[in-house]
């Protein structure tokens, strides 16, 4: 049986408005705090997410655990909401 998936457009932007969401929600919560060390700080938030979405899957690959706090799905959220705002981060650099 082949794993293949299809985008749906529709889909992509249910996830990618809520990602927005929580994103300006989190902004308001931290006072813009992810802005205040630049790409460098951003990247470093990146491989965090990256590093804990590794473990994740391993975990539950390999020894079939959920995490205790932060699911999978949460991790890729965060992941895409740090990559939204390194792009803000380069827009910003740039006169945007």
């Known amino acids: 049986m082949e794993n293949y998936h299809t985008l749906d ?5 249910s ?10 929600k989190k902004n308001e919560d931290y006072g813009g705090a992810s802005f205040d060390l ?3 700080g951003n990247m470093v938030h990146l491989w965090d997410k990256v ?5 994740l899957i391993e975990k539950k690959l390999c020894q079939g655990e959920a995490p205790n706090f932060e699911s999978i799905q949460d991790t890729l959220r965060d ?3 740090y990559a939204l705002i ?6 910003s650099e740039n006169g945007k």
Do not use: A, M, P, S
Not at 15 to 24: R, S
Not at 86 to 91: P, T
């Open 9 to 13: 457009e529709q889909h992509l932007k």
């Open 15 to 24: 996830i990618t408005e809520e990602v927005i969401q929580v994103l300006l």
């Open 79 to 81: 992941i895409i909401g």
């Open 51 to 55: 590093k804990r979405y590794k473990t």
């Open 38 to 40: 630049g790409l460098n």
């Open 86 to 91: 390194g792009l803000v981060i380069l827009d």
